[in-house]
């Protein structure tokens, strides 16, 4: 179950990396705002900063998830540490995603994308 957790938690925070990128890094792009119901360059850069500093905010839960994920091979009070590490962050991403979800229908599929992998983590952590 521990090897379970670290995968599945690993996936969820790699998902929030890349959501990091399209956010902080690439959020300028076409391809890349229309992904997010923008539809006019115009109101991309309107919200840019805003998507920049939610794309750091998922980089850190990601970084925060990973550093977990590590710490939870090793034993005694590192792994403790991973463990509480893995469950806080997987925990935010959950809740993150049914926030997602709630903001209405046309968000639901990036809810899950973002929902499920972070949840199936947590729950695999918590029983480690």
Do not use: D
């Amino acid at each position: 179950m521990l090897i379970a957790a670290q995968i599945v938690a690993t996936v969820a925070a790699l998902l929030h990396v890349v959501f990091f990128l399209f956010e902080s890094v690439l959020w300028m792009r076409p391809a890349v705002y229309g992904r997010f119901g923008i539809a006019s360059r115009g109101e991309a850069e309107t919200i840019r900063t805003m998507a920049y500093n939610q794309g750091f905010y998922n980089l850190a839960l990601a970084v925060g998830v990973l550093v977990g994920v590590v710490l939870l091979a090793q034993s005694g009070s590192a792994f403790t540490a991973g463990k509480t590490a893995v469950i806080f962050g997987t925990a935010c991403m959950s809740i993150a995603g049914v926030v997602l979800a709630s903001t209405g229908p046309s968000y639901r599929r990036s809810a899950a994308l973002q929902f499920f992998p972070a949840a199936v983590a947590l729950v695999l952590a918590s029983a480690a």
